[in-house]
């Protein structure tokens, strides 16, 4: 066992969210701030108890005066996915840096990623997630990074092992069905196998249904110690086990082969690190930004062997309901997941988490939910994991 003193010392005691939209005439920085209060009041605490500050974007710093917040103790700025975020919360809380953390993701369309946002006059000039437009790999044609790698990979998958498109598709249509059930979705219409197949083809063989959907909104969360947590909420979410990883070379365009990324590095330390494994879990939340990374995690921390994701999600189908339920009880990202929800980017896969253990998940409600596993990001630079229980 991995040496992991940090287990279950830290739980999730706010949660909130502003639900997420294609069609947003608001600012990011309204978005964040309805979310960040609203986790703050869910919480039980006043602002002036929030010492800690972690997020995306905008900066930590720019949300402590945008909030009003008197003072804090630890701030800072993480990139996505969110899981960065989560882990520089529970180590400053860990380290006694901050008692109260609020931890924050936004998601604001920009022309990197929408159509819709590049024709929008107050947006043409943002770059990625925000930043300042210039020129730079995700706008340059040549280049493998970015989306465009995650096909090529995607290609040499279905060539090393057979796997048909509509292994692809049981991963959008899974999202879609559970999508219906959550009214913080962007894309709840429903979606059968025959109109995947029938789908815009982006990048063979990716169809626009394989990826992830650009919207507005934000996620929100309150962190505090597992001993503070238990006198604000009678049903705090403890942090089991939590990591992240890559490893050398990470560029898209110069990884090994499908058996040498990020993930078998997270799977191999998340499961050193936790109690709590596959077997054992009562939801699951593989990333989905492209539905070809989800039959990778899948099949990276165990579920089944190397080039069986496929089979395995069809295995698993359940015909009635029209969506995954791993041996006819683990749901798979039943809030709607990237693909069907929106891109957080990890954030909606941890606040779906959070909500199902606390049992306020109203109709998609899985029964009893006590353990939750997730494993957000993709497998260049930015794989993670994350075990999450029910105190």
């Not at 005691?13 to 978005?31: H, N, Q, Y």
């Not at 975020?85 to 380290?95: W, Y």
């Not at 990716?206 to 947590?229: H, N, Q, S, W, Y």
């Amino acid at each position: 066992m991995a040496r992991n003193p940090i287990k279950d010392q830290i739980a999730i005691v706010g949660v909130a969210s502003t639900g997420f939209t294609r069609e947003g005439t608001r600012s990011r920085d309204s978005l964040v701030a309805e979310a960040c209060i609203a986790a703050i009041r869910d919480a039980g605490v006043s602002k002036q108890e929030i010492d800690g500050v972690c997020g995306t974007l905008p900066s930590a710093h720019r949300v402590v005066s945008m909030l009003g917040l008197p003072e804090v103790t630890h701030y800072a700025t993480q990139p996505p996915p969110y899981v960065f975020t989560i882990e520089d919360a529970m180590n400053a809380i860990f380290a006694g840096s901050a008692d109260v953390v609020l931890a924050y993701h936004a998601m604001f369309r920009s022309p990197a990623v929408s159509r819709s946002a590049a024709g929008d006059p107050l947006r043409r000039n943002i770059g990625w997630a925000g930043a300042p437009a210039g020129r730079d790999w995700r706008f340059d044609p040549e280049s493998v990074e970015g989306s465009v790698g995650y096909t090529a990979w995607a290609s040499r998958y279905i060539h090393e092992y057979g796997v048909r498109r509509e292994h692809l598709g049981y991963v959008a249509v899974n999202d879609r069905t559970n999508a219906a059930a959550n009214p913080l979705a962007a894309m709840r219409e429903p979606m059968t196998m025959e109109d995947y197949l029938g789908a815009r083809m982006v990048r063979d063989p990716l169809c626009i249904l394989d990826m992830d959907v650009p919207v507005d909104g934000a996620d929100a969360f309150v962190l505090t110690t597992a001993e503070l947590a238990r006198d604000l909420t009678d049903t705090p979410v403890l942090i089991h086990a939590a990591t992240t990883g890559t490893s050398a070379p990470n560029e898209e365009d110069q990884i090994r082969d499908l058996h040498h990324h990020g993930q078998q590095v997270v799977a191999r330390e998340l499961r050193e690190k936790s109690d709590i494994w596959i077997p054992d879990v009562d939801v699951y939340f593989p990333y989905d930004g492209f539905s070809f990374i989800t039959l990778s995690w899948i099949e990276n921390v165990g579920w089944c062997g190397p080039g069986e994701g496929g089979a395995f999600v069809e295995s698993h189908w359940d015909k009635e309901a029209n969506r995954i339920l791993i041996d006819g009880r683990i749901p798979v990202n039943p809030h709607g997941g990237a693909l069907s929800e929106g891109g957080t980017q990890g954030s909606g896969h941890v606040r779906e988490a959070v909500v199902q253990l606390r049992g306020q998940a109203g109709d998609r409600q899985v029964p009893d939910a006590r353990t939750a596993f997730l494993t957000p990001g993709g497998f260049f630079f930015n794989a993670q994991g994350l075990v999450l229980r029910r105190d």
